[in-house]
């Protein structure tokens, strides 16, 4: 089983202050995924990453992927209480299934 | 972007009864959907992967019995608790793979919000 480490598990900040959250694995991982879930809801997907190195931008958002595959992290700039969810890793294993990371919740105060 | 719909959100029964869920691909056809699993405050827990015009495929510990998943057509999967006990309270939610060439992620439903009296 290829287990996916997300760190921190929770994380509270002030509305503009900047945040990273980690993933990270022992094992390699086709490509990884980002999700942001709210309470009651189903987790939305923010973005794909596949290619070692791969850096990609949404908006507030910088994802990264690291060279060996890996590991990920996501950093949000000047945060806004609409950024507030649980954010969720998950890599896709051989199978062709995601494997979760633990989540951090992230709140952001005004 | 893709939709996938999943319905009742809720459902509170007593127990004993039994519970379908469903999950449909709104805008694509979805060979392949998953059924989690996840508890408050806890992450995703995969519980089968459900195959069009297939048997679906359960993890280890998933009780196949308990949990009975149908994917008749691309664009319909169900998951049906059986007998339903306060233990299966949970929230339930199914995501689809778009079937086009390359990778492409999961999209999620919803959620089902199951509580058994």
């Known amino acids: 089983t290829q287990l996916l480490e997300q760190s921190p598990q929770f994380l509270s900040i002030q509305e503009g202050e900047n945040l990273t959250v980690y993933c990270n694995s022992s094992s390699v991982f086709s490509s990884l995924q980002w999700y942001r879930q709210e309470p009651g809801e189903g987790p939305v997907l923010l973005v794909t990453?596949?290619?070692?190195?791969e850096v990609k931008k949404l908006k507030r958002l910088t994802f990264q992927f690291g060279d060996a595959r890996k590991d990920s992290s996501l950093h949000i700039t000047a945060a806004q209480p609409g950024d507030t969810g649980l954010y969720l890793c998950?890599?896709?294993?051989?199978?062709?299934?995601?494997?979760f990371g633990a989540g951090t919740q992230v709140v952001v105060t005004p | 972007g893709a939709v996938v719909s999943q319905h009742p959100s809720r459902v509170i029964c007593k127990s004993g009864t039994s519970v379908k869920i469903e999950c449909r691909s709104l805008?694509?056809?979805?060979?392949?959907m998953f059924w989690y699993r996840q508890f408050p405050k806890q992450s995703l827990m995969l519980m089968a992967t459900s195959n069009e015009g297939s048997k679906a495929t359960y993890e280890q510990g998933v009780e196949k019995d308990k949990f009975l998943i149908n994917h008749a057509s691309l664009t319909l999967s169900t998951l049906t608790v059986t007998s339903a006990h306060p233990e299966d309270s949970s929230f339930y939610i199914c995501s689809a793979r778009t079937p086009r060439g390359g990778y492409q992620p999961q999209h999620f439903g919803d959620g089902t919000r199951l509580s058994i009296l």
């Open positions: 990453v596949v290619t070692g190195g």
């Open positions: 805008d694509f056809q979805a060979t392949t």
């Open positions: 998950a890599g896709t294993d051989s199978w062709g299934k995601l494997q």
